[in-house]
């Protein structure tokens, strides 16, 4: 960390991307815990992680790759992402070896997208007015308005190679593993929500999404305040969110002091990955 900027250099990349890893493992988990099968699977997998939770699932996903050599049990992989009728998509950190991208590309897969990884230093922070924790026994709404908002997607930057069904994204916010919901409200309505959750001193921002009606009110921008005080009071080094390039939530992001620290790049194997796999829900701003 440099100065008042966060330089990512590969160490921290390496530490970012095990904290996704550990994300995608849990939640994976979680979801065939749901259900009571043991349909799907989260196998390490050279430093990351393989991951089918379910059907049409964003936890459907190799993660990590690049930090710990080239995965030379690929083959299994495939097949067993194969035998699910799924593609493999591959989320690869461009400070990851470079080997990796080059090994998959001899392999068939093709390059489909971006997401940009965008971090920032935690220091002191206050919770803003009309945003609090969500109650154990409000879970249900949250997850509802906020899927219904995720649904509505922000047109700003490149749009999102991904499409899931509400009742995917419902699912897939409600298996991820270890995160503090938040929400917010706006003339006694709510406005919008967000989650996080904290690894190896990394607070890692997800699911957050504003109520169409309530966007460009600052909802988003006081969400991310409030994480970033609860990521403080956590102890966290390093606050963590990944938004589509050029996205609002993107500029929102910038203007708390995130910096842009790398991209992934989206390389597919198989069928589009177009509903069918992905990373967890993002930003709706």
Known sequence: MDGERL???TALAARIERAEVRLIAESSDAA??????????????????????????PFNK?????????????????????????????????????????????RGYHLESFENVLGRRVGEAAVPDGVRLAR???????????????AVADTEGVPSHEDFPRQTVLDAMRDMAGVRRYLAERDGEFAGGAS???????????????VPRFRRRGVQTALLRARLAAAAAAGCEVAV?????????QQNAQRQGFDLLYARAILVKGVSSTSSSGADSRHAS
């Open 241 to 249: 969110v990944t938004t589509q390039p050029g996205s609002k939530s």
């Open 136 to 150: 154990d026994d409000e879970l249900d709404h949250w997850l509802a308005e906020v899927a219904d908002a995720f």
């Open 7 to 9: 330089f990512c250099d």
């Open 32 to 57: 065939r815990a749901r259900r009571g099968d043991s349909v799907g699977f989260a196998r390490p997998l050279a430093g990351g992680v393989a991951s089918f939770a379910e059907a049409d699932s």
């Open 62 to 106: 190799i993660a990590g790759l690049g930090f710990e050599g080239l995965p030379d049990a690929l083959d299994d992989v495939e097949q067993a992402f194969a035998a699910l009728g799924a593609p493999v998509q591959v989320e690869l950190s461009q400070l990851a070896d470079p080997a990796v991208g080059a090994f998959l590309t001899r």
């Open 196 to 210: 996080f959750r904290v690894t190896d001193g990394i607070a890692q921002f997800t699911g957050a999404a504003t």
